[in-house]
């Protein structure tokens, strides 16, 4: 049997870890940096926790499990009505599947959130770096299983909260290197437009087909509108936010025409006015965006998505907005949230083709140090060393295998890029001086084992 893995995952070697450690680790370290602790919950949620959250496109990407031990259910017959009317159209049963793998984080902390309430200080501020599911067609920057990396705060509804979110992404996005747009909008406006043209039950339509602009183009959106039961002369009036490019005070002036006195729109652009007139932005370039969409339905004001501003990658490699009741459906009412999510796995993929991962990254070991030795009685010595050594925290190995051929085991440290080897022979066991060379310079000293800690600290 040939070993394979499914399609949309991957493998991570030790040289891949390093590099998706070092963006973890700055992002990580940034969200400490303005107030976000740490959370965990299941790979596995309620597939009634999951559905209806993501919007119809969405909810056919859930991966779902299959209930174990169907074949001790006593109602067989209803198993089998149940997945024959499965496979004639995307539907969820509970008597097949009872839950899911998650699809984001924001709705599994949604629900953590419902469940600690009475734990938990509002406004509450936390991070989540998992990974989550989605049954994807796989293709470059799109994967089924990938990490998200997310930062949310809810029980607020200041709009202070959306503008350190900001400061957050350009400030991680400055220590990864990576040029990018920061583009944001806000959903009230598109919610006052599908009203202003008399088509206020079509929301999630009219925010579905928008957000494809990038893809599908002007005419492949009216397309969908039209096909979607748009009339034409709604379609018509949208055709300004299809069209228009400028500036960002320019377009809050094409938007405020749009909306005109339409309260939730005049709303929406003060939010969008107070978010250019205060943002703290020193590395991205912001970017009012007036046809983001994003086809998720919890979203309700401000919605944020960052692309890469080189190189061939187009897709987002982040996204967000605020949600002013995801925590409504599980019960907790009037819980304002707004939140960010990196996404890690495409954001490997700019920094590795724009190369700017450090060069250091790939060429530094996790082991400082490989003791070598020439048989049994020097290994042994070794194992002691080793132990002062890792008692002041400094990695180190052990040759492990019992050779006189020094080369071989100089090699193996080259080709791990430890940094250092300390050679113990007979002379070096009774003088108590160690052989210490460094492998960058190749310069050799005869230290101490006290001497030795020192030079590698």
């Given amino acids: 049997m040939k070993p394979s893995i499914p399609k949309g995952t991957r493998d991570f070697g030790p040289a891949e870890m390093q590099k998706r450690q070092y963006i973890l680790n700055t992002i990580r370290k940034n969200f400490e940096l303005f107030g976000y602790q740490?959370?965990?919950?299941?790979s596995m949620?309620?597939?009634?926790?999951?559905?209806?959250?993501?919007?119809?496109?969405?909810?056919?990407?859930?991966?779902?499990?299959l209930n174990s031990r169907i074949h001790e259910s006593k109602n067989?017959?209803?198993?089998?009505?149940?997945?024959?009317?499965?496979?004639?159209?995307?539907?969820?049963?509970?008597?097949?599947t009872e839950k899911a793998l998650r699809y984001d984080l924001t709705v599994p902390f949604a629900r953590y959130v419902v469940m600690n309430q009475h734990q938990l200080t509002f406004p509450f501020k936390r991070y989540q770096i998992q990974p989550v599911w989605r049954a994807d067609r796989p293709q470059k920057g799109r994967y089924r299983e990938f990490y998200q990396c997310d930062a949310d705060v809810i029980g607020s509804d200041s709009l202070i909260n959306e503008l350190d979110l900001i400061s957050l992404m350009d400030k991680s996005f400055k220590e990864l290197n990576i040029p990018v747009i920061l583009k944001f909008n806000n959903r009230k406006i598109l919610?006052?437009?599908?009203?202003?043209?008399?088509?206020?039950?079509?929301?999630?339509?009219?925010?579905?087909?928008?957000?494809?602009?990038?893809?599908?183009?002007?005419?492949?959106?009216?397309?969908?509108?039209?096909?979607?039961g748009i009339s034409a002369k709604a379609v018509e009036t949208l055709q300004p936010l299809l069209d228009f490019k400028g500036n960002n005070k320019e377009k809050v002036e094409v938007l405020r025409k749009l909306v005109g006195a339409n309260d939730e729109g005049k709303k929406g652009i003060e939010e969008i006015e107070y978010l250019l007139n205060n943002s703290n932005v020193s590395f991205a370039t912001i970017e009012l965006d007036i046809t983001l969409a994003r086809g998720l339905n919890y979203y309700t004001g401000t919605i944020f998505e960052?692309?890469?501003?080189?190189?061939?990658?187009?897709?987002?490699?982040?996204?967000g907005g605020r949600y002013d009741d995801l925590t409504?459906?599980?019960?907790?009412?009037?819980?304002?949230?707004?939140?960010?999510?990196?996404g890690i796995d495409r954001i490997y993929d700019v920094i590795e083709e724009l190369n700017l991962f450090p060069e250091s990254i790939s060429k530094v070991s996790s082991t400082k140090l490989l003791f070598t030795h020439f048989d049994l009685e020097t290994q042994k010595h070794c194992l002691q060393l080793a132990a002062a050594l890792r008692t002041k925290n400094i990695s180190c190995e052990i040759y492990p295998e019992v050779t006189k051929k020094l080369g071989k085991?100089?090699?193996?440290?080259?080709?791990?890029?430890?940094?250092f080897v300390c050679t113990v022979g007979g002379d070096e066991m009774t003088s108590?001086?160690?052989?210490?060379?460094?492998?960058?310079?190749g310069e050799q000293k005869k230290l101490s084992i006290e001497q030795l800690i020192e030079e590698l600290k």
């Fill in 409 to 419: 085991q100089f090699e193996y440290a080259d080709k791990k890029n430890i940094p």
């Fill in 306 to 319: 960052v692309k890469a501003n080189a190189g061939t990658f187009t897709p987002s490699i982040l996204g």
């Fill in 38 to 42: 740490p959370i965990e919950t299941p």
């Fill in 191 to 228: 919610s006052a437009l599908a009203e202003v043209i008399n088509e206020p039950s079509k929301i999630i339509d009219i925010t579905v087909a928008i957000d494809k602009l990038d893809k599908i183009g002007k005419d492949g959106v009216n397309k969908e509108l039209t096909e979607k």
């Fill in 328 to 342: 409504g459906i599980f019960g907790l009412k009037n819980m304002s949230g707004v939140g960010i999510s990196f």
């Fill in 76 to 96: 067989k017959e209803l198993l089998k009505k149940e997945f024959d009317l499965s496979l004639e159209a995307a539907r969820n049963s509970e008597e097949l």
């Fill in 45 to 65: 949620e309620n597939i009634t926790t999951l559905t209806g959250k993501y919007g119809e496109e969405g909810d056919q990407l859930i991966f779902k499990i």
């Fill in 432 to 441: 108590k001086q160690y052989a210490l060379k460094n492998m960058t310079s």
